[in-house]
């Protein structure tokens, strides 16, 4: 399972750039991105974030077995501050805004709430605002109206200071959290918060960065990434914080198909391969709400990837796919 995909983007140096191409494309792409995802072993993932509903409608097709694809949750779009964050996004600025763009959402056919604390965009932050304006009280709003609509919310947070607001606020899942401490942890932890930690983000940015050159600033900005990355997973371990692989794919330089280098990552950092495993398995199916998904079981769907050797020794063993199996039936 990968609980953090995008599938209306293929990645690499330019992913933002092609969020905004035009829909067309986006769709046709989007089929073709998740046929291939679910080649690579995800039976199940998450889109968390895609542009004019186009998860939305990928999963009517996908339930409808109109295309090969993982079984797929939609958060519909990103919900994000107006000022900061992507023009793609819908964008609130109050609380009464906040919560109609939840119920907007909610009403197109979205199955989880996405919101993204980000600081503002280069030119917008307004004299003496703070510097993550989707507060700790606005982020407590969205958790309240979306888990009173039954619903689970996931946050997107990548600096300090959104990593530090969205650990307290007791939502369902925090994307990414490349600079979480010690003490967010431990609130994580004691709210039952997943980390969903994307470490492929980096390691691909890392590779574009010399393959295509990037400039210093970006070339650092990565290596931070990669370094907070790994200390906050490694004290998430520590902090008993639940852990569900994602890999970002499409919503970063990330691409599709490559769920077993998330997990190579994760043993890189210090888990067992076990744990690897169970963070794209049982954890996964847990944090996205699939009960019969996610462990092989009496009477549970028979979602199952057959392998070429074990990934138990060796977790690179995620890479030689023999077959997969969705409900029981091959499928690739």
């Not at 000022?83 to 197109?108: K, N, P, Q, W």
């Not at 079981?297 to 028979?302: D, F, P, Q, R, S």
Request: aromatic share 6%; charged share 25%.
């Amino acid at each position: 399972m990968d609980c953090h995909v995008h599938y209306s983007s293929p990645g690499g140096p330019d992913w933002i750039a092609r969020f905004s191409d035009p829909l067309p494309e986006i769709s046709i792409r989007a089929i073709e991105l998740a046929e291939a995802s679910l080649r690579s072993g995800v039976t199940t993932a998450r889109d968390v974030g895609a542009p004019q509903g186009v998860s939305i409608r990928l999963v009517h097709m996908a339930r409808a077995g109109e295309i090969k694809a993982p079984n797929i949750h939609a958060a519909g779009t990103w919900i994000a501050h107006r000022g900061t964050y992507v023009s793609f996004a819908r964008h609130f600025g109050e609380a009464h805004e906040l919560r109609d763009a939840i119920r907007m959402e909610i009403e197109a056919g979205a199955e989880l709430i996405k919101v993204a604390l980000s600081g503002w965009n280069e030119g917008a932050r307004p004299k003496d605002a703070a510097e993550i304006p989707f507060s700790e009280k606005l982020l407590s709003v969205a958790v309240e109206e979306a888990h009173m609509a039954g619903f689970k919310i996931a946050c997107h947070a990548n600096d300090p200071a959104s990593c530090r607001i969205a650990a307290h606020a007791g939502v369902d899942s925090l994307e990414h959290g490349m600079f979480l401490e010690q003490g967010e942890l431990e609130a994580m932890a004691n709210n039952k918060t997943f980390l969903v930690p994307t470490m492929s983000v980096w390691d691909a940015m890392l590779y574009y960065a010399h393959a295509v050159d990037w400039p210093e600033a970006r070339k650092k900005r990565a290596e931070d990434l990669r370094q907070g990355s790994r200390a906050a997973v490694i004290g998430a371990v520590r902090a008993g914080v639940q852990i569900a692989l994602g890999t970002d794919a499409g919503g970063g330089a990330a691409r599709h198909g490559r769920i077993a280098r998330e997990a190579e990552l994760m043993v890189e950092c210090g888990l067992e391969p076990r744990d690897a495993l169970i963070a794209a398995t049982s954890s996964a199916s847990k944090l996205i709400g699939e009960d019969q998904r996610g462990t092989i079981e009496k009477g549970k769907i028979a979602d199952l990837v057959l392998l070429d050797a074990n990934p138990l020794e060796n977790v690179s063993a995620l890479r030689l796919i023999a077959a997969v199996f969705q409900g029981g039936r091959r499928v690739a």
